[in-house]
């Protein structure tokens, strides 16, 4: 009996090893499949519109927000951005297409102008950027 038992845990010792080297190797293969993008300590909050993210460390690309402009009215969005190692691209699509763009290699502030109607996402774009800041006040209606 004591013959048995010892077969079967060198089998399960055998069979547990085999799982963890597959699953290690899945993990592996995924990694590599979507290593080009990280992100690493993020911190976001939008209250009322106010836009607030901190990023460690960012490679790749990052979505921001995405708000909707109505028809007929032009929308005014303020921003401060820094960067403390690392040049961003701070973007704006609209139906897929980049429709305002800036590049930040250090700090940033302006206002970014949205005058047609339909759905706006930001983005914040990078090969490898780190202690990544960005304020966005909430966005008002330009008169």
């Known amino acids: 009996m004591k013959k048995t038992n010892t077969k ?3 089998i399960f010792a055998v069979a547990t090893g085999v799982v963890l080297m597959l699953a290690l190797a899945l993990s592996l293969v995924l990694l590599l499949k979507h290593g080009d ?6 911190k976001s909050s939008n209250i009322n519109g106010h836009v607030q993210i901190s990023i460690g460390t960012l490679r790749g690309t990052f979505e921001v927000n995405s708000m909707s402009v109505p028809d007929g009215e032009r929308i005014s969005l303020p921003y401060e951005m820094t960067v403390d190692e690392g040049t961003l691209t701070l ?3 609209r ?5 305002w763009e800036e590049e ?9 102008e949205l005058d047609q109607a339909g759905t706006y996402t930001i983005y914040i774009h990078t090969d490898e950027g780190k202690g990544i800041k ?3 006040p909430r966005p008002h209606v330009i008169e």
């Open 37 to 42: 993008q990280l992100v690493i300590n993020s």
């Open 91 to 93: 973007y704006v699509e």
């Open 8 to 10: 079967f845990w060198i």
């Open 95 to 99: 139906a897929g297409n980049v429709v």
């Open 134 to 136: 960005l304020d966005m």
């Open 104 to 112: 930040i290699d250090s700090e940033k502030s302006g206002a970014i």
